[in-house]
């Protein structure tokens, strides 16, 4: 079974830097396709980035230039690193995997792609 597990939301001011970690347990990571997403109250879930191993990475507009994904093989986990942070990015933010590697990148910006989540790490931009 596979979980994935995040870490690193906390409460920042705008303009800094943060770093999300999403451990994976019960399979290799590098085997899927691993998306952000955030949601907020009210909102629906919206895509952030997607990362193939060794491949393309997909980025919504909103966050193109200033948030980046890596994956670590030794660590088992992907790390999204957010730059230059606003007050709408904040949000909980989830990290997703699919095994389904084979696709291009409108199917990893919807959620219903993916198969297994996390529980969600929250970020608070304040002003």
């Known amino acids: 079974q596979v979980q994935l597990v995040e870490s690193g939301g906390q409460l920042v001011q705008a303009g800094v830097s943060l770093g999300l970690s999403c451990a994976a347990s019960g399979t290799i990571i590098r085997s899927y396709v691993v998306g952000w997403f955030r949601h907020t109250p009210g909102k629906e879930r919206e895509f952030v980035l997607a990362?193939?191993?060794?491949?393309?990475?997909y980025y919504a507009d909103s966050v193109k230039g200033r948030f980046s994904v890596s994956g670590d093989d030794a660590k088992n986990t992907v790390y999204l690193q957010m730059n230059s942070l606003k007050v709408e990015d904040s949000a909980n933010y989830y990290c997703?995997?699919?095994?389904?590697?084979?696709?291009?990148?409108?199917?990893?910006?919807?959620?219903?792609?993916?198969?297994?989540w996390g529980q969600g790490t929250q970020v608070t931009v304040s002003s």
């Open positions: 997703a995997a699919t095994p389904r590697t084979w696709y291009g990148d409108s199917y990893y910006r919807r959620p219903e792609s993916y198969d297994f």
């Open positions: 990362i193939k191993w060794n491949g393309p990475r």
